[in-house]
Each structure stands twice: as structure tokens, then as C-alpha cells.
């Protein structure tokens, strides 16, 4: 469910005219809703009612601060995976002992920035870095609270570009060098072992993979404490899916999640994380772009818009499905015609759907990407000199920009020409 509804004919997004906000600060924007950011946190939350639980936002589906100040207030952890990530979650309020620090790739300043501004834990992705982790730990004089992320070798069914738990990926530890691996962690002073880790994927639409992979997680909870060590807190991931296109079965609900984990894990006495991201924030944010032109091909017909693959990358880079209707309502039996719709970035890869049925359409009509808020404008760029786009959060019958739109001559005066030249 989201709140981004038809009224009247018109689309809102709460109580809030789409066409409203498309006036006021021109397109392509992208637009959330607090009541939908607000309601899928609280499925999280009540599905894990009963048990030991933190429900940490993974950050990378979405960053923006006036998002993370929401989210922090109803009582979310954050899953940071860059030293910027951890900086936007602090300045958004959430204190150390609420973020875990994720990532393949963490550097000896951003574990040093963590350590001194707190964390709840790092997710140690290798031995390399649980290595430097306690040399950086050691050196401040402190001790860095660890969870090893455990490779569990299990196809998550997903698309190959965001599938993370398998032998051939590059995530985590292979699950049958655990042992050897923490009785490492447990050799060097710096750390502090809390539990295990483990993310299989994202954009998972069935249930099967996750009760594998936990199965998994128990089995070697108990081998590890058996080895002595102390397992208190197990960390799940995220990567429950959302239904990108209304058409298609619906994935299983977040209650549906909580209830599997209570069955398999429940009774292991363990403090549980779970780091949604997309089904958080994927349904609670659409993209609203307005038609430049009609243009006939060959064989068919180009819906040319102002939005392109820089501001919305996930048709170009995985094949993605967005669902794209017009902010006017279409009457009962209106006519449709299939259109290739793409932006005016110089790429062919600069489309969003081909043959995509929808009503007759033509210049200044506008229309709205639905499940545009996860991974939209967090992988947003500049290509071809186009600024990134405004974000919008809407709240029952107000709305304010929570980022500003650059003008030219403010990206332009991020470069610095050498005296020399």
C-alpha cells in the first residue's frame, strides 16, 4: 500500500495534488510520503513484536536527511555502508549505538570515525579488515563490537547485480571458514564479538531463501557457541522485495518475514537486526516527469521526457520495471498505444520502457514512475550536465522541497580551473 492515489481524476500524493507540487518545483522531481515511509517501518516493527529487535534502515535505498529524521523518530537504527552514510545518519540525529557499519570495502578512517563517534557494530566482511578494525581499535584505546558477515552459499533468486549470499560473490565469509575465522576474532584484543551476520540479497519476492540461509545462521550459532563464543545478536540483512509492477503476485509481507524468523531463530535467546531498505522507502517515493515531446519512428512511437537514466537508473543498469501512469486520471476504456518511453540523455540505454501500453499522451502531459523512492535518486548523477532533481516530502496537505534542485552556475562553480590554464 502507498498513499499516491487518483482523486477526482487527479493524482495525489496524501492530500497533496501531484500537479501541485510539479508547478511549484518543476520537473523531473521525485515526491515521498511520510504516511507510507511511516506505515511500512511499523510493519518491520510489529512483525518482530515479542522478540529482541532493532529495525535498522539500510541507507542505501534512500539518504536524503529530512527521510532519516522521520524514520529515526519512530525509533530506527540505520545500516550505513560509507563514512558518508555514517555522517548523514548522525547529523540526522540517530546516536552510535543505533548504526551498524556494513560494507566490503571499509577504510581505516571511517572505522576510526565510527569508534570515536560511536557504533553499534561492524559487520566484518574479511580477515583483512578485522585485522586492521583492531589495529584501529587498539590504537584509540577502545574495543570495536563485531558481528562476521557469513557467506551462506544460497541463491537468493534475484537479479544477478544485487545477489550477495552466494559462493561466487564477493560478500562475506564462506560459511565453512567460520570457525577458523572467529576463533581469529576472538585472538585479538581490539574486538568484541556480538554475533553473526548474514545477507543473502535484494529485491527478494519469495520466502524459501531466507528460511535457507537461517537455517544456516542457527546451525552455526550453536557450533559457535559450543567453540565457547558468545553469539548474542544475530543481524538478518534486508532485501524483502516490493512489487514493482501492479500486475504481478505481491511478495510476501513483512508480518509473513517476521513470523519466519521467529520460527527458525526465535528461541536462540538472540537480540535480532533486520535492515530493510526498498520496502521501506521503494513504494513511499515516485519520479514525476513531463513530456517533451511525441515523436513517430519507423515502427513505433517515442514518449520523450525530462527525466532520464541519471535521475532514475535502475531500467538502464538491471532491467527494471517501474510502473508509469499519467497524473490524469484515463476514463474507463480511454484509448491506449504503445510507446518506447526515453529520456534526452545521449545514450540508447536512456529508456524506460518499450511498447509500454498507456493512454494517448502528448507534449506537457507529466507522469509518475510508481516505487521510484528506494534507489532513485541515491544513484542519481550529473550525466550530461544535468542537475540532480528535487526531493519532495509530502505530509497529509503540506509538502516542502528537502533538496534543492542546483542551478547550472552552482555545479559549474564546483570545478576549479588551474591558475595555469
Known amino acids: ?32 510520503s511520510a504516511a507510507t515511509l ?25 539518504s536524503n536527511q529530512a527521510v532519516l529524521k522521520l524514520l529515526a523518530g519512530l525509533g530506527a537504527g540505520m545500516d550505513v555502508v560509507s563514512g558518508g552514510e555514517y555522517a548523514r545518519a548522525r547529523a540526522a540525529g540517530v546516536s552510535g549505538d543505533k548504526i551498524v557499519f556494513s560494507g566490503v570495502g571499509k577504510t581505516r578512517e571511517e572505522m576510526s570515525a565510527a569508534l570515536t563517534g560511536g557504533i553499534r557494530q561492524f ?26 558477515r557469513i557467506n551462506p552459499d544460497v541463491d537468493a533468486k534475484t537479479h544477478e547485480k544485487i545477489a550477495t549470499g552466494k559462493s561466487e560473490n564477493k560478500f562475506g565469509i564462506p560459511i565453512s571458514r567460520a ?88 528461541d536462540l535467546g538472540c537480540e535480532i537486526e533486520i535492515e530493510p ?4 522507502s521503494g513504494n513511499a517515493g515516485i519520479m514525476v516527469s513531463s513530456v517533451i515531446y511525441v515523436k513517430s519512428g519507423e515502427d513505433r512511437d517515442f514518449l520523450i521526457i525530462d527525466g532520464a537514466m541519471n535521475d532514475l537508473v535502475r531500467p538502464s543498469m538491471y532491467s527494471a520495471h517501474h510502473d508509469i501512469i499519467p497524473l490524469k486520471e484515463p476514463a474507463a ?34 507522469v509518475a514512475f510508481r516505487s521510484a523512492g528506494a534507489y532513485g535518486a541515491v544513484m542519481a548523477s550529473e550525466y550530461n550536465s544535468r542537475p540532480l ?24 562553480a564546483r570545478d576549479t580551473v588551474p591558475e595555469w590554464l
Open 277 to 280: 531498505g526498498r520496502l521501506i
Open 38 to 62: 511511516t506505515r511500512h517501518f511499523k510493519l518491520f516493527d510489529e512483525a518482530l513484536e515479542g522478540t529482541d529487535h532493532l529495525v535498522c534502515f539500510a541507507m542505501k535505498s534512500n
Open 123 to 148: 559487520n566484518v566482511e574479511s580477515e583483512p579488515e578485522m585485522l586492521a578494525l583492531n589495529e584501529v581499535a587498539l590504537s584509540l584505546g577502545t574495543v570495536a563490537p563485531i558481528a562476521i
Open 389 to 412: 532533481i528535487p526531493e519532495v516530502l509530502v505530509s497529509g496537505d503540506q509538502f516542502a522541497v528537502i533538496r534543492s534542485r542546483p542551478t547550472f552556475q552552482e555545479m559549474i
Open 333 to 366: 476504456g480511454a484509448e491506449q498505444q504503445p510507446y518506447d518511453i526515453v529520456g534526452p540523455v545521449c545514450e540508447s540505454g536512456d529508456t524506460f520502457a518499450k511498447g509500454r501500453n498507456m493512454p494517448v499522451l502528448e507534449a506537457g502531459d507529466v
Open 179 to 266: 570457525r577458523e575465522v572467529y576463533a581469529l576474532a576472538a585472538s585479538l584484543k581490539g574486538l568484541k564479538i556480538m554475533g553473526i551476520d548474514v545477507h543473502i540479497g535484494s529485491q527478494l519476492v519469495e520466502l524459501e531463501p531466507f528460511e535457507l540461509a537461517y537455517q544456516k545462521v542457527r546451525e552455526l550459532t550453536e557450533v559457535l557457541r559450543a567453540d565457547d563464543h558468545e553469539i548474542t545478536r544475530l543481524d538478518l540483512g534486508g532485501g524483502l522485495g516490493i512489487p514493482y509492477e501492479r500486475s504481478n503476485e505481491a511478495p510476501p509481507l513483512p508480518i509473513e518475514y517476521g513470523e519466519l524468523i521467529k520460527r527458525t531463530l526465535g
Open 1 to 32: 500500500m502507498d498513499h499516491f492515489l487518483y482523486r477526482n481524476g487527479e493524482l495525489y500524493a496524501e492530500d497533496v495534488p501531484v500537479s501541485e507540487i510539479a508547478k511549484s518545483v518543476g520537473t523531473p522531481c521525485y515526491i515521498y
